[in-house]
């Protein structure tokens, strides 16, 4: 699997991360770890491996600046939209897109494929292989994506809920950094 994950999905996380300017001191720190942690190649875009890996997740946003939220099924928080990088994403903008997709129901979200924050985080997760979740760190890529006007979210397996918030209301209790990325996010609608 981390072959597959391997080429252009390592190179893409290299660049953008190297690339990109932080919106917080918080978040400036997340992107060199998870640039340290890319020196160890491919494999450190994987659920397989265990010290940590990259993943990616999106904010998504409605024409009247409310927040898309997910009540996690597992964690009990309520957060953005993402997971863990799968073979066919071709970039993290990508793997953030597929996940907000298959997790909200909504088709046609609009990307934009400059991140707005990273966050680090422990979690306990799987390999992928079907092993038992064991103890590891998400080094989570966050993007924004617009909803379009007259779309409908379904609740996925992963979620125990949606919702929309407005940033001034947001729901309890929420997962880390949840809050810090929705600034940059309506920034960047503006």
Do not use: N
């Not at 890996?53 to 409605?62: C, Q």
């Not at 997790?103 to 966050?119: A, K, T």
């Not at 919702?163 to 209301?169: H, K, L, Q, S, V």
């Amino acid at each position: 699997m981390s072959r597959e994950l391997g080429g252009g999905l390592f190179a893409d996380a290299v660049r953008v991360l190297s690339e990109w300017e932080a919106t917080t001191e918080e978040g400036d720190l997340a992107r060199k770890g998870a640039l340290e942690l890319l020196a160890v190649g491919p494999e450190a875009m994987t659920r397989a491996h265990r010290p940590g890996h990259v993943t990616a997740s999106a904010l998504i946003v409605d024409g009247s600046g409310r927040v898309l939220l997910c009540l996690h099924g597992r964690l009990g928080k309520w957060m953005q939209l993402g997971g863990h990088c799968e073979p066919g994403d071709a970039t993290l903008a990508a793997a953030a897109l597929r996940e907000a997709t298959e997790e909200s129901g909504i088709d046609g979200l609009l990307l934009d494929p400059v991140p707005i924050d990273v966050d680090v985080h422990d979690v306990r997760c799987g390999a992928g292989d079907g092993t038992p979740a064991t103890a590891s760190t998400h080094y989570d890529v966050r993007f924004v994506l617009r909803c379009p006007p007259g779309a409908t979210e379904r609740v996925s397996d992963e979620s125990a809920a949606l919702g929309w918030f407005r940033p001034d209301a947001l729901p309890s209790p929420l997962a880390s950094a949840t809050a810090r990325q929705i600034p940059p996010a309506l920034a960047r609608l503006a």
